[in-house]
């Protein structure tokens, strides 16, 4: 089975701090995604990847920025937290062209607060 | 722009109840529609799909049939359990062209509790 790992399930981090959600994904899936999850408002899309080197700003990319090096790897990074990043946040990622299939796969969801 | 929405929750029935949750879809085009379910403190799982107008998605007794006319796609069970309990989304894949092209756009999510 596809696995998506994202490193930390909670985090606790001060308003200011530079922060780096990690994820890593085992199936050479081109395709990886962050999204957020908030109570009532589901997930929104904060940024995407087609393939490594190359991101596309989702629908709330403000104060966020993303690092795609290697394929496996896709990371978030919130550049200067704020209290209204404090949410739940959730790596995808899908095979190209198998999205109909399969579906996406997720990861178990970083927990952030910011304080 | 897409969107979905869903129906109000959270939603507490009994176990062996009938289940139907909402969903109502704005999209161009032909998208695909999904259902994806997360159980307490896992991420997001793939239910059922449907791929084109009239399609039914199915699993673990859960359906769902992708109505073009309605622009919806409802979920349904004919019989909860215990076990079902978990947040359910439904989400869309915008399919042709676009800026949108294999983002999924999602619903606000119902939370489903059975009680034995």
């Known amino acids: 089975d596809v696995k998506v790992t994202q490193s930390s399930r909670y985090l606790v981090k001060r308003t200011g701090e530079k922060v780096f959600l990690e994820c890593v994904q085992d199936m050479d899936h081109e395709n990886m995604f962050w999204y957020r999850q908030d109570p009532g408002l589901g997930l929104r899309l904060i940024y995407f990847s087609y393939d490594v080197k190359m991101k596309e700003k989702g629908d709330i990319p403000e104060g966020y920025s993303v690092s795609r090096e290697k394929k496996e790897r896709f990371s978030l990074i919130l550049e200067s937290a704020s209290t209204n990043q404090t949410s739940m946040y959730l790596c995808?990622?899908?095979?190209?062209?198998?999205?109909?299939?399969?579906?996406?796969?997720f990861g178990s969801g970083t927990r952030l607060t910011v304080v | 722009g897409n969107s979905v929405t869903q129906m109000e929750g959270p939603v507490t029935l009994s176990e062996e109840a009938f289940l139907t949750i909402n969903c109502t879809y704005t999209?161009?085009?032909?998208?695909?529609l999904f259902w994806y379910v997360q159980y307490p403190g896992e991420g997001l799982q793939l239910l059922l799909k449907?791929?084109?107008?009239?399609d039914k998605g199915s699993n673990k007794g859960f359906e769902a049939t992708y109505r073009k006319e309605t622009t919806s796609f409802h979920l349904e069970k004919g019989s909860v359990q215990v076990s079902d309990s978990a947040v359910y989304f439904c989400a869309l894949r915008a399919n042709a062209g676009g800026t949108s092209y294999g983002k999924l756009t999602f619903g606000q999510g119902t939370i489903l509790t059975v009680h034995p």
């Open positions: 999209a161009t085009g032909y998208p695909s």
């Open positions: 449907a791929t084109k107008a009239d």
């Open positions: 995808a990622s899908r095979l190209l062209g198998q999205g109909e299939l399969f579906g996406y796969t």
